[in-house]
């Protein structure tokens, strides 16, 4: 099974920009569909963006549309959040998950579901001051 491990939160003033990785370990991580998701405090945990195995298909929130990218490097087994535009509404803890199941052309609908992934990291804090 694939371990991730996010890095690269921090305090960011509203406006600014702040970059998330993902590093995942196991020899097929380059097969997996990544995602990233946050949670604030007392709301649930939604999706954020996601994308495919190749890098060639992503979805976005519409909250982050036109604000993040998403991107991947398979020789490094790292999956990159930019995150542009900040709004003190994106704090959040922001969690990375690898799906096995997930295809490349799976809708939005998969993508954004939680119980589509099968690995998850322990979150890395992003907090946006106004």
């Known amino acids: 099974q694939v371990q991730v491990v996010e890095s690269g939160g921090g305090l960011m003033q509203a406006g600014g920009s702040l970059r998330l990785s993902c590093a995942a370990s196991g020899r097929t991580s380059s097969t997996y569909v990544m995602g990233w998701f946050r949670q604030a405090p007392g709301k649930e945990r939604e999706f954020v963006a996601g994308?495919?195995?190749?890098?060639?298909?992503?979805h976005f929130a519409d909250s982050v549309k036109g604000r993040f990218t998403i991107s991947r490097d398979n020789a490094r087994n790292t999956v990159y959040l930019q995150m542009n535009r900040l709004k003190p509404e994106d704090t959040a803890v922001y969690y990375c998950?690898?799906?096995?199941?997930?295809?490349?052309?799976?809708?939005?609908?998969?993508?954004?579901?939680?119980?589509?992934?099968?690995?998850w990291g322990q979150g890395t804090q992003v907090t946006v001051s106004s």
């Open positions: 994308i495919s195995a190749s890098g060639g298909m992503s």
């Open positions: 998950a690898a799906s096995r199941g997930l295809m490349e052309y799976s809708f939005y609908g998969a993508y954004s579901a939680i119980a589509s992934y099968d690995s």
